[in-house]
């Protein structure tokens, strides 16, 4: 996961709120759940907030997701800021979600440091929020773990650093690999690429602990 910093909600859904005050997501336009889904997609870099597949408005690739469920908060069912796009992937992510507890969503600062990924692809929780998490979104299935493990690679040969070179990184080659793979404004994040800065950023930590 990557934190999202949640902005302003998109007018139309501001519009229809003052129409309708005391009404629920489910009735809301499709106007509206289209708006809600490109202000979540842009402000996500067009990647799925849980496992960083890149995902598109279409309703074939993506949909609205309620971090906090909308059976479990139903008084924050139009709230923006419990809505997220999730990728369509059968039996993970928003699809698996359903109306469980989330204790630790891309919504938190924590998700950037108390999940763990490996180069191989694979995922671990630090906490046992984030063991919680992992498995109600399915996110250590093997199909994504390989998805993961190939872009990771993907990524490292573009940037001239391939797989087998990793372990011999320096802190200052670490440091430019994360600002390559930094967002910009207006511009889309490359498929799992949240994966490899999280990879990044935990060998940073154990190299500056080296040295202090």
């Known amino acids: 996961m990557r934190k999202i910093v949640k902005g302003q909600e998109p007018d139309e859904l501001s519009t229809w709120k003052r129409a309708n005050p005391n009404r629920r997501y489910e009735h809301t336009t499709g106007i509206v759940k289209q708006a809600i889904r490109h202000a979540c997609i842009d402000e996500q870099f067009g990647l799925c907030a849980y496992c960083c597949k890149p995902i598109t408005p279409n309703s074939d690739s993506s949909h609205n997701e309620h971090v906090e469920a909308q059976h479990i908060a139903p008084n924050r069912t139009v709230d923006f800021g419990n809505i997220v796009a999730s990728c369509e992937t059968r039996g993970q992510c928003g699809k698996a979600h359903g109306n469980q507890q989330l204790p630790l969503t891309p919504l938190m600062d924590e998700c950037e440091t108390e999940f763990k990924f490996k180069y191989s692809g694979r995922i671990e929780g630090v906490t046992p929020r984030a063991k919680t998490s992992i498995d109600v979104l399915k996110l250590d299935n093997k199909v994504l773990k390989e998805a993961r493990r190939g872009a990771i690679e993907a990524?490292?040969?573009?940037?001239?650093?391939?797989?087998?070179?990793?372990?011999?990184?320096?802190?200052?080659?670490?440091?430019?690999?994360?600002?390559?793979?930094?967002?910009?404004?207006?511009?889309?994040?490359?498929?799992?690429?949240?994966?490899?800065?999280?990879?990044?950023?935990?060998e940073l930590r154990i190299l500056q602990a080296m040295c202090d």
């Open 155 to 202: 990524l490292l040969y573009e940037f001239g650093c391939p797989p087998k070179e990793t372990a011999d990184l320096e802190a200052d080659t670490i440091s430019i690999l994360l600002d390559d793979l930094a967002p910009s404004d207006g511009c889309e994040l490359k498929p799992y690429s949240p994966v490899l800065t999280n990879i990044l950023q935990h």
